[in-house]
């Protein structure tokens, strides 16, 4: 079987692993880390998004030996050592962005990375179209808007320019 | 998933043998298709060889052409300044193709090799009759594509790049089916000075085709109005819980004087 | 004053657990010694076992057991709950529902065998290598196919296919009311059959404990008690004391998590015949073909009106398909739970509805979110906005005339329910208003002048929630009784710990509760601990479905208070030597009236668990009650909900461009949370009436079957929702409260379409079933312009 190390979490981990094993299983089952969920088998829902390398990925659609090497930041290494919340965690409560959390830590490891790569603003309409991704059946997402929209400027320290109609 | 055995050869001429050597060896490029698949238990191969490790992620232009390695992901040619400035539509098409996580991996060569008849790249390879290299040979599109989830590859060919002339305009029509988002219609439209192509992806029954009839009339008059009245035909088109044949064929003319009206 | 008591937005408790991937969902759960289930289920819709070869099977890595259905033989079928006679007087025909099929297949995704293995892969490679001989029948899916004469028979004993032939209302005063109409309008509707899909797909974990003989189910349920009560008495004849349902943490359910499913029996049975823990977890697939779907109703309604406009007789037919077997409270949606609201907001004087209930070869069909009221509400909306047009009225106006004014209240309709309280014309005009319904013609044009099609849509509903009266449900064929409990327990220091027989799958009751009990005992927040889902700490209660749990479950909390500030007021009074009428309690403070002597919450609560001094001979020590409340009737929210739409003529494509709802739910304890379950109502709501669509073909199987086919609401498909609320308070409970988890569902796919048809309004579209899909709308538009050759 495998032999695979990567960063999980900012800590080295080695594990073996069958080569069919899913990234989102060795999370899951090896590692205990049980934030990431799994919602559907189609790749569709996201509730398994974590970030690999920087980039938020549907960690049901990978395998783990593909992860060999890279760093991977799953929803429980978003917490700070003082156990404050990252900016859109907190802005997830604020705005009431979840409610039977099962999409939610997919839904915040996305909304992370939309922010992360939209230095330049958001629209409302972006990150509608951003979270093509995930799915989420409880808020209507019409909170969950709202929240990723408050973590911009607290993301980029600085006001979220106004899109121009 | 059944288990296999996994290989990340790291030379081309090693993953060739690999996937030559064992008819029952798959490659495995972004996985967006290929590891649902898998997990469905639909394939079962006896080894995995990914080709993350081949050094085939890359966009360069070279005259006029644009040429983007086969490994290079959809959020790779969508973000790529080079594409955007040579093939907008190609960018735009890329910022497309399934969701943010699903561009970060999948790749166009992935995308190319499976040939799904509701992807998107095809629809821009064959309309702007670009050529896909591979460790064997080159191949034209018009060769390449040869009805859906079919092409001109050999088993353990490897696609390395595609080549695509730069048109003097271009442009991605898509309509998304309602629940997968993959195309229900797409229609790439490029003008080039060897002419107007077209390319559908999504509606036909054998995959990706061109329209010709859309082809004489842009030729004529590169405008939205020069379609008006050219049908197409009800009974070459797929139909499915998410649309009729007749719909289909109606979405094919509207995307493609979309796509007509965004190349001016 | 309390700060996080009524009324005020506190932010959730829960939200920190699920925001740092803490929450703790079956499938996170695992225990010690733990095997793996999958079952493998039928690929045919209906077929003759005959043969189900596990030998081979048996012989494969890491097999622990295989159970097929004889080895269910023992053991008791699913049961319903819920008992429907027809018009004749007959019980509805109730076949027998196994754990594992048993002679027959009648549906995609039956269960035929179990395998347990010591890993999920090595389970699902024993399943491949079962043999089946099964022999393929023909199948009915849909209902017309199922009701044909000579169609094939889902279950020998059920005639026709038909479960039950039921009706409700007074035939001879709506026969009457059409006599003497003006006008009568006819609209057939079809409310499209649904795939729940809450985002955590169904998981279990059945464990047996040898020495103790005790089983435990850990399970995604709503209401883990009647999935004790269910699978213990009637399924496995399991006694309470040795069998304990805990519900953690559960991602969502509306509805698909209420039923008691085979699967938890077989996982609980086999767990005792292998002696290891066994766990199973759905995939999404599983989850399309297992879950209970839901709607599904095929109506035709008749509405006779005066000249003047006013309702006069309301007249309806439903066909209600029941899938392959009886899920648990599947006869109650289309009768007790729908054909009953359809007065809706109206008073319409006369009302005669029949349902014919009908088995097919298709999942089973239960309640979800709304379960019948949202069935009636679309049926009644259309057919007000139908007869608006047709009787050249104001949609606007035709309402106002027919509502039901609040001076009525409290309002007997002519099927069953009485409405305790309401205001339908404030809910109206307040909704019209937010939605600035008196612009829209600007709007119009504007679309217009871009090549669109906009329309608007008005909906007003009202539903009964709150469930139940336990004698009214029983009267109406429930098998169990809908009240609540809560007990309270005041630990010496004086926090306090509230176990309450609501379950939370989302609704965020551990904020809610907590601010409920931080009011009335005046005990901060945080020394507050609500604790439910678990049947071994929580005493018996009924759990979360129909928007029960602030006002039947609530009220449960504010009596179990009651009791124990009425103890707290004898402790006190003895400690201030006062007489104990004259002790008030009030902000958390025990005092003696018109004095400045005063013992804290936190005081009465250390001396009655260090009883020194104490009216010992008088007085129990220790302060914890318990209280069951079993409501007087439903409760009744209403409201309006206001959708615009924009359609795009060349593809069909149905844009949501706003949606405003306003609402009256009684009194609201978090306005942050009650925004939030009626903005995801809403996109349910859309979801129906623009997006989902469960599609059965002719053979039986689900074509929508995954994700890639069906459609889930996404960001870009919902709009902002506009939420109001206009109170007025329920009569019956302490809280005034009504319930809110439904209203979003209920009210919003009427809404929709009546803005799709009215968009439509220059093509001749009298009505649009749902999902109102691109390629309907356009199919409506081409067959208006017929071919006009280039455009």
Not at chain 3, 424 to 431: L, N, Q
Request: charged fraction near 20%.
């Amino acid at each position: 079987m495998p032999q695979i190390s990567l960063t999980v979490n900012g800590k080295p981990v080695s594990a073996t692993v069958e080569a069919r094993t899913l990234l989102v299983e060795l999370l899951r089952d090896k590692l205990h880390l049980t934030g990431t969920h799994v919602g559907c088998d189609t790749s569709q829902c996201g509730a398994c998004t974590v970030q690999v390398d920087g980039m938020s990925v549907k960690s049901c659609t990978m395998l783990a030996v593909q992860a060999e090497g890279a760093s991977v930041l799953t929803i429980e290494g978003l917490v700070n050592a003082d156990g404050s919340l990252h900016p859109m965690q907190a802005m997830f409560r604020e705005h009431h962005a979840l409610q039977c959390g099962y999409c939610t830590p997919g839904m915040v490891m996305s909304a992370i990375d939309l922010v992360e790569t939209h230095p330049e603003g958001l629209s409302e309409e972006q990150i509608r179209h951003g979270l093509e991704g995930n799915l989420c059946r409880c808020t209507g997402y019409h909170n969950i808007v709202k929240a990723i929209a408050a973590a911009w400027p607290l993301m980029h320290n600085k006001a979220l320019p106004v899109a121009a109609e | 998933m059944y288990d296999f055995t996994y290989a990340k050869p790291a030379s081309l001429a090693d993953a060739a043998k690999a996937l030559g050597g064992d008819v029952e060896a798959k490659a495995l490029a972004g996985g967006m298709t290929f590891i649902p698949v898998l997990k469905q238990r639909l394939n079962k191969p006896s080894t995995v060889i990914d080709l993350g490790a081949l050094g085939l992620s890359g966009i360069k232009v070279e005259g006029n052409k644009l040429i983007i390695g086969a490994m290079t992901t959809h959020g790779t040619v969508a973000a790529s300044t080079e594409v955007n400035k040579a093939i907008p539509a190609l960018a735009d098409l890329a910022s497309n193709i399934g969701d943010r996580q699903v561009r970060y991996r999948g790749t166009i060569g992935g995308s190319l090799a499976n040939n799904d008849p509701s992807a998107c790249y095809p629809s821009a390879v064959l309309a702007l009759g670009a050529t896909i290299k591979t460790n064997e040979r080159t191949i034209s599109a018009d060769d390449y594509f040869q009805g859906m989830f079919t092409t001109a590859l050999n088993p353990g060919e490897i696609i390395t790049e595609v080549h695509f002339s730069i048109p003097e305009k271009a442009a991605y029509a898509k309509f998304a089916n309602p629940a997968s988002r993959y195309a229900m219609v797409g229609v790439f439209v490029a003008k080039t000075t060897a002419g107007v192509r077209v390319a559908i992806t999504g509606a036909g029954q054998n995959g990706v085709f061109r329209h010709a009839a859309f082809e004489a009339a842009l030729a004529k008059s590169f405008t939205p109005d020069a379609l008006n009245g050219i049908a197409t035909p009800v009974d070459e088109m797929n139909a499915d819980i998410h649309g009729s044949a007749a719909y289909r064929a109606h979405l094919v003319g509207v995307m493609a004087k979309r796509a007509v009206a965004a190349a001016q | 004053m309390v700060v996080d008591g009524i009324g005020a937005s506190v932010k959730r408790k829960e939200d920190l657990r699920f925001l740092s991937g803490r929450g703790n969902y079956v499938d996170d759960m695992n225990r010690p010694g733990q095997t793996f289930a999958h079952f493998l289920r039928s690929d045919v819709p209906h077929g003759k076992i005959n043969k189900v070869d596990i030998s081979a099977a048996l012989k494969m890595p890491g097999v622990v057991a295989i159970f097929t259905g004889d080895d269910f033989t023992g053991v008791g079928g699913i049961p319903c709950g819920w008992q429907i006679h027809s018009k004749d007087g007959s019980p509805m025909v109730e076949p027998r529902h196994p754990v594992l099929a048993a002679g027959k297949v009648r549906h995609v995704g039956d269960p035929i065998a179990m395998v347990v293995a010591e890993t999920k892969q090595q389970a699902k490679d024993a399943a491949e290598a079962i043999v089946l001989d099964i022999e393929t029948l023909p199948a009915v899916a849909g209902m017309t196919a199922a009701l044909a004469a000579g169609a094939p028979l889902v279950h020998d004993e059920a005639a026709g296919n038909v479960c039950f032939d039921w009706h409700i209302g007074d035939k001879a005063a709506v026969e009457a009311g059409f006599a003497k109409a003006h006008k009568v309008v006819r609209l057939d509707l079809v409310n499209n059959r649904l795939v729940p899909n809450a985002m955590e797909p169904r998981a279990a974990i059945g464990d047996y404990d040898v020495s103790s003989g005790e089983y435990t189910l850990y399970t995604t349920s709503q209401n883990p008690h009647v999935i004790r009560l269910l699978m213990g008495a009637f399924v496995l004849s399991i006694p309470e004391h040795k069998l304990r349902v805990v519900a953690p943490d559960v991602g969502g359910g509306f509805g698909s998590k209420i039923f008691h499913y085979a699967e938890e029996a077989a996982l609980t049975w086999a767990a005792g015949k292998v002696k290891r823990p066994i766990k199973w977890t759905a995939d999404r697939t599983e989850a399309f073909i297992t879950d209970a779907h839901g709607r599904d109703h095929i109506s035709t309604a008749e509405l006779a009106l005066d000249s003047e406009g006013n309702f006069l007789a309301l007249k309806v037919n439903t066909q209600a398909n029941m899938g392959a077997y009886l899920s648990t409270f599947a006869p109650s949606v289309p009768t007790y739970l729908s054909a009953t609201l359809l007065a809706g907001v109206y008073k319409t004087p006369a009302i005669y509805a029949e349902v014919k209930a009908v088995f097919t070869n298709t999942v089973p069909v239960d309640a979800y979110r709304g379960a019948g009221r949202p069935e009636a509400t679309f049926l009644v909306e259309r057919i007000v906005d139908v007869a608006a047009r047709e009787m050249n009225m104001d949609k606007v106006e035709i309402r106002k005339k027919n509502f039901i004014p609040k001076e009525a209240f409290p309002y007997q309709t002519p099927i069953a329910l009485q409405y305790d309280s309401g205001d339908y014309m404030a809910t109206f005009d307040g909704c019209l208003k937010a939605a600035d319904y008196a612009g829209f013609e600007a709007r119009r044009k504007a679309s217009a002048a871009k090549g669109k099609l906009r329309g608007i849509g008005i909906s007003t509903y009202v539903e009964a929630c709150g469930i139940a009266p336990s004698a009214v449900a029983g009267a109406l064929g429930a098998r169990a009784g809908l009240y609540e409990v809560a007990n309270i327990r005041v630990h010496p220091t004086g926090s306090v710990t509230v176990f309450t027989g609501a379950h939370s799958h989302g609704q965020g009751h551990e904020t809610t509760f907590a601010q409920l009990v931080s009011e009335q005992l005046g005990v901060p927040h945080d020394m507050i601990d609500i604790v439910h889902g678990d049947t071994g700490k929580v005493p018996f209660g009924m759990g979360t479905y129909g928007s029960r749990s602030l006002s039947v479950g609530g009220s449960a909390m504010v009596k179990a208070m009651d009791k124990i500030i009425d103890k707290g007021k004898k402790i006190a009074a003895h400690l201030m030597e006062a007489d104990v009428h004259d002790i008030e309690f009030k902000d958390g403070k025990f005092s003696v009236v018109g004095t400045d002597k005063a013992k804290t919450f936190g005081e009465i609560a250390l001396t009655a668990y260090v009883p020194h001094n104490y009216p010992i001979e008088e007085l129990e020590p220790g302060l914890e009650e318990t209280a069951f409340y079993d409501p007087k009737n439903f409760t009744y929210p209403g409201g309006c909900h206001i959708a615009e739409v924009e359609i795009d003529p060349d593809t069909g494509t149905v844009g949501m461009v706003s949606f405003t709802a306003v609402d009256d739910i009684g009194r609201v304890i978090n306005p942050m949370i009650v925004e939030g379950q009626v903005q995801g109502g809403i996109a349910q709501g859309i979801g129906q009436a623009l997006l989902e669509h469960a599609i059965y073909d002719e053979s039986g199987q689900l074509l929508s079957g995954s994700m890639m086919d069906y459609t889930m609401p996404r960001a870009d498909d919902i709009p902002n929702i506009s939420v109001g609320t206009e109170v007025t308070l329920c009569t019956h409970n302490p809280l005034g409260s009504k319930g809110v988890g439904e209203v979003g569902a209920i009210g919003s796919p009427p809404a929709v379409i009546n803005a799709v048809v009215d968009a439509l309004r220059d093509y001749g579209v009298r009505h649009v079933d749902m999902p109102a899909t691109p390629a309907k709308i356009w199919a409506l538009i081409d067959a208006y312009q017929p071919k006009m050759a280039a455009e």
